[in-house]
């Protein structure tokens, strides 16, 4: 094979492509060049004047390398991988490192291999981090357990890249044993650590990075990033649906500091791939926002394959894979044409490889298993007239707690003053755990809004002013193998979405999943939800116990930042 | 293990030792920054405010990562490898790229074994590289050959890092059948190959990286430099004995392309190391030609581990290995303390280290086998009275040719105006190959130099302007065992240093090799040789057929940009 890219680098043979007049960004060294590209089979064999079989004239736009999201929950686009890859490849990217962690805590190790599988056919380097945080917490109910048992016996598998985002913080700052455990496999196995650390600085990081943890991508500030690159963290910009602050962090980078940043979009919904786009949203966002268009490049590109050592990738020079993206400007990064391993997958924003034969196993079906829910299931009676509130940070997934007057009639909370009911359903076992709390800030009324994602254990989380509703909620979502549902209390009547892989992901194509969760978007708008919100996303994140700073579990209401349990009851 | 470290960054346990109140350089953000460095075991556990059961105060002094020297024959030295590390480590550097290359020209593998399992009793790391040429070209007689064949059966051993510099160039632009072998053979076992490409640019830049080639320490200027760096091909900014241009080089280096250059020494002997330095003299020399002294550090460090991929090195930072240098300043680098995995190594330029109990196998001694030589033996006789005389190029091993008059007398060539014999005798099968040549302007006079070492076969390489004196000068180095000599026409005496490993490497002690060498040189200064030259170094250079542009070897005179044999007649 060598002979095959040598040979035609030394023009005795003429290349197989050859990208002619191209003006490229060379993340090697932050100039931008020109020159003919010229491909072999996979690989890039020149620069320079080459002539090849196929010709494609680039003069005037710009050719980068493929981009790479560092960090990707696949199911939170609600596409199967073959979807996902169908909306992010025609806008430029050609690996991601994914984290299986939704199905995983729904499916276990058959949600790994699943993501796996269904990776195989499309044309994006699908590099899979095994879940280190199933469950999230000990404090909820998951479907499944990731022990350090279980993480020893997985973690040198080819199908795992490394160990997804370590998300208990708190266990690995205070060495506990099984989180060691999980640590210490991927450490010997030579295999890389994500992190995933909100607010963690000064000690508290250097014990969370001594259990050999690599990248983190929850700062919530330039601040925070520019102290965790100093401390040697990949720092990752974060570009997902749910949170809006790339503009404001990539204030962090700097010419020195740099190297140092790597993109993701952790979540990011299939309707948002589709109309906005992917990391080359995030590299628009980040430009517009000022960061120098060059670096901004390098790091979607050069500096993840770095952090993540994928040889010969992120680069456009000799024998590097070609892995490119051709695009108008390095302002709108509209991708013309997008190559992978040196075959043209993409062409004016529309995937030229077939995804509809989709690979659906049995494991990951049928996966909402609670009995029937009766509207008195969410009866929710306090002590007194004072209660711990849950309270939301627009553009965040932060959450905060105030205690708030909230007047109760016959024994349940009135829900009234922007204030509504919060339920976590567990859905895995049958246990008919119900975790209660309350909700300030959502603007919904009139019904139900209900979902099966519900980060980190994904059991059925809803919200709602009406306990029928919340009850056909429910146990509408346990009809259609979960999904999204809106319950609406005057007519009675229940509109939905089938999210039939796992409770999290559609098994049809993005352009239908899109077109009925746009659908019913609109009509929890409609019903009040505040526009700064995601109407269905936001729910899901109400229930993520590593976020800050007081979220609902299945088993009650749970601060974060003391790391337990706190009382609705404020009296 | 991780446990521990997390412990210790946590202060649940205090650290081992901390470096109070440092000062450091943080390669991985260019800044420079205050703190103390908290280590536990092998690894750094904090930065911040710690206490550990050893303190050092390093108040007004900077810490730095050990430094790499990303390529280096040991056998340059011609120390031993742990007489080697006695000299490099009290100077900052904790870990070498080792090309065995000189002593497996002679050994064969058993010189690699040697190299390796010498060096498992000092404390730095000796990556070491699997010799990729063999002899360097197939138009000289070396001790060993080692096909690509040779290169399957050895590259996966644990004991080989990667493949060593590919300096058979024409072979790779080419894509011959047995260089492409040896290349896939590296490239499928994922190790990393080094390059060896003066004035490689252009097509053939790309054809040569196309054969998965990573580095090269041959550029000539800056400008070649740069246009290597933007073909991604890392840098070696190279402080040898002979070659003295990283002042002039340097000047490649900017902000953009920073991360593309490495350090290397490529080829040092031990007073330059016991006097000058290693590792720490380059940084001296950059930083003295107005290099950035941060850019200069993380050259010698973090740009190397990133190039080798060697984990957790060449950075202060949670979890990266305490491989750390405590120097005076960014100017002198004068080294007061040297730790390594966490351990006091060094201090005030001394090992802490013994190294009297030094592995001497068999294998490698004993290696000059030549029949007795006679005067008559080295009579050079030419058609003309002109001929192709090689020439020097001070400060470089580049060499040139021209076309002098010579006058000859009695059949033999009479050595005048500057310009000496030159003859190569094959030493390793008694073959009595010898290779004649011209020299001008090395400056010695009276009688022969001598030398086992003569790059890269390690031939027998003879200097002088006396038949007898040049015989009398290679039996004496049969004697020996090999090694250096100086043969004195006036009185017939002959001057001599054993290197008794492979011809090439003495097994006494640095002080013992460094006096003796010392007294040789300064008797070859006296007997005229060009201040401007390494006496006997120079000479070892002259048979090098990798370097441009003429050179001569046991089997002729070479030109090396025509790769292939000249003649010395020049009518």
Not at 501 to 513: K, N, P, Q, V
Request: glycine share 8%; net charge negative; hydrophobic share 40%.
């Amino acid at each position: 094979m060598l002979e095959k890219y040598i040979n035609a680098a030394a023009k005795r043979v003429r290349a197989d492509i050859v990208l002619k007049n191209a003006t490229f960004v060379n993340t090697l060294t932050g100039k931008i060049e020109e020159g003919d590209i010229a491909i072999t089979a996979d690989r890039i064999v020149g620069i320079g004047n080459y002539e090849g079989a196929k010709e494609y004239d680039v003069k005037g736009l710009y050719v980068l390398p493929g981009y790479i999201d560092s960090h990707v929950h696949i199911e939170s686009s609600m596409l199967s991988p073959e979807e996902f890859a169908s909306l992010v490849v025609p806008r430029g990217t050609t690996a991601i490192i994914a984290d299986p962690h939704e199905i995983t805590n729904v499916c276990g190790m058959a949600g790994v291999e699943y993501i796996y599988k269904a990776s195989q056919s499309v044309p994006l380097d699908v590099h899979i981090q095994l879940p280190s945080c199933v469950p999230a917490t000990p404090f909820e109910h998951s479907g499944a357990i990731l022990s350090g048992k279980d993480i020893e016996a997985n973690i040198c598998s080819n199908e795992v890249f490394g160990l997804g985002e370590f998300m208990n913080f708190p266990g690995v700052i205070g060495a506990d044993g099984d989180v060691v455990r999980k640590l210490e496999a991927a450490h010997n196995a030579g295999k890389i650590i994500d992190g995933h650390a909100p607010c963690v600085l000064g000690d508290s990081l250097n014990a969370y990075l001594c259990g050999g943890i690599v990248t983190d991508h929850e700062c919530d500030s330039p601040e925070e990033m520019a102290q965790k690159a100093d401390r040697g963290v990949y720092v990752q910009l974060r570009h997902s649906s749910s949170i809006h602050d790339i503009a404001k962090n990539c204030a962090a980078v700097n010419a020195g500091n740099m190297s140092r940043f790597i993109m993701c979009t952790d979540d990011r919904h299939a309707a948002d791939l589709k109309n906005k786009g992917h990391i080359d949203d995030a590299l628009r966002t980040v430009v517009e926002a000022g960061l120098n268009p060059v670096w901004a490049v390098t790091i979607a590109t050069r500096n993840a394959a770095q952090c993540y050592n994928l040889k010969w990738r992120g680069a456009i020079a000799p024998f590097y894979f070609a892995d490119l993206v051709v695009v108008d400007n390095l302002k709108d990064f509209n991708a013309r044409y997008v190559f992978k391993d040196g075959v043209l997958v993409a062409e004016g924003g529309k995937p030229l490889f077939d995804t509809s034969k989709r690979y659906l196993p049995a494991a990951v079906l049928n996966t909402v298993h609670v009995n029937p829910l009766k509207p008195e299931d969410f009866v929710l009676k306090l002590k007194g007239d004072k209660a711990r509130v849950m309270t939301l940070n627009y553009g965040t997934i932060l959450t905060g707690c105030e205690v708030l007057p909230v007047r109760s009639k016959n024994g349940d909370v009135v829900c009234e003053n922007d204030i509504l009911k919060l339920a976590v359903v567990e859905r895995h076992n049958y246990t008919g755990n119900i975790g209660k709390g309350l909700l300030k800030g959502y603007g919904f009324r009139g019904g139900a809004l209900g979902i099966t994602i519900a980060h980190d254990s994904h059991n059925i989380i809803l919200l709602g002013d009406d306990n029928a509703s919340m009850a056909a909620a429910a146990n509408k979502l346990k009809e259609i193998g979960g999904g999204m549902v809106i319950a609406e209390s005057a007519t009675g009547k229940v509109y939905s979405l089938s999210l039939d892989i796992g409770g999290l992901m559609s098994s049809r194509s993005a352009d239908e999943l899109i077109a009925e969760s746009s659908a019913l978007y609109e009509r929890a708008y409609s019903m009040g939800v505040n526009k700064k919100l995601a109407a269905f996303m936001t729910l899901a994140f109400l229930s993520l116990a590593v976020i800050p700073h007081v979220k609902l579990l299945d088993t009650g209401l749970f601060d974060v930042d003391k790391f337990t349990f706190t009382d609705i009851d404020a009296d």
